[in-house]
């Protein structure tokens, strides 16, 4: 198995009326559970009917899905890419002394457009610098109050948890509804754990447009299995280990921020 997946569209394949999130064969399963949310970009990329029940899908893995499409630097890709949300509209993120916003201009061609709107009006966010070749140089100052707290990284690896999970269902649908990864859908559905959660420091691809999910399975000499999950999203690279409460170093010149969280750091809701 390669374990290098590159999301691509599924078909409507057969599945089994069990959800593969709590195992539940009483609830309704009319939705299809999108692998990437589809805040960033995913429309068509999913689970077919009949996999995960409508409770775990709009519930616990919508939550999950929302904390990783509001992680600053994945919003902010949105933002700058232009990627709508689930109902259609454009992403914004306030800032300190500001908002950073992506909307369609209001020429005739309705092209999108970044507006950086600054709080103090004899502050500018924006300043603009003409270049000898006739271009342009723009240089922004943006940056989000606060930082990345205990509990988000513990939501963001939980759903990138549910992403890995999701994929193995594609490859090996008989390990992915094993009771041996039952701790795995514990976590995604919100048992407390230890764990850590990593970005890279900048994008390691700014150009990059696409989504890429990487994951690899463990087994334990107890028979558990565990996962690693990278997801790459517009080179943004971020990776965690349902197996590990700290990462190990990092090979190369990849500079990762980690954050370690315990099984107190839960999102309150």
Known sequence: MDPSILLTEVTNAAAPAVCLICRDTERAFTSPEHILPESMGNKEKALPRGVVCDVCNHGALSDI???LCNFYPVLL?????????KSGKYPSI????GKLTCAPSPTPSGELSLAFTSNNPKRRLVTFT???????????????SGGLSDSQASEISRA?????????????????????LDHIRAVVLG???RGFFSVAEGPIDPAASCARVTYQTHRTNAGRWDLIVVLEYKGI???????????PPVPGDVKMV?????????RKR
């Not at 949105?78 to 990627?83: C, D, F, P, Q, T």
């Open 65 to 67: 899905d929302n904390a």
């Open 77 to 85: 890709r949105r933002i700058m890419h232009g990627v709508p949300t």
């Open 94 to 97: 306030s800032l300190v002394g």
């Open 130 to 144: 003409p270049l000898d070749d006739g271009r342009v140089e723009v240089t922004a100052s943006i940056r989000a």
């Open 160 to 180: 990138m948890l549910k992403i890995g999970l999701e994929l193995l269902w594609f490859d090996d649908r008989e390990l992915a509804f094993s009771p041996a």
């Open 191 to 193: 048992a407390p754990r």
């Open 237 to 247: 690279a971020m990776w965690t280990d349902s197996r590990l409460e700290t990462p």
């Open 258 to 266: 980690t954050r370690t969280f315990s099984s107190r750091d839960r």
